[in-house]
């Protein structure tokens, strides 16, 4: 994954409509990119609110939070 997939993935993730599935690909996704997520960190804690992709997202924002 190339960073410059960052600001793609973070848009990705917030697309109106966006199944859970492709969220969580995403999240997914910024996860394996690890420290250099972090400029999508508000993109990540936006997708807290959707039932299917949440828990994915508490997962990822820990665990970029924590390679800091």
Do not use: H, M
């Amino acid at each position: 994954i190339r960073l410059g997939a960052v600001p793609a993935l973070a848009a990705a993730c917030q697309l109106a409509g966006q199944s859970g599935a492709v969220v969580r690909a995403c999240l997914y996704a910024l996860g394996a990119i690890g420290k250099a997520a972090a400029p999508a960190l508000p993109a990540i804690r936006a997708t807290l609110s959707i039932p299917s992709a949440g828990w994915v997202a508490e997962k990822i924002i820990r665990d970029i939070e924590k390679a800091k």
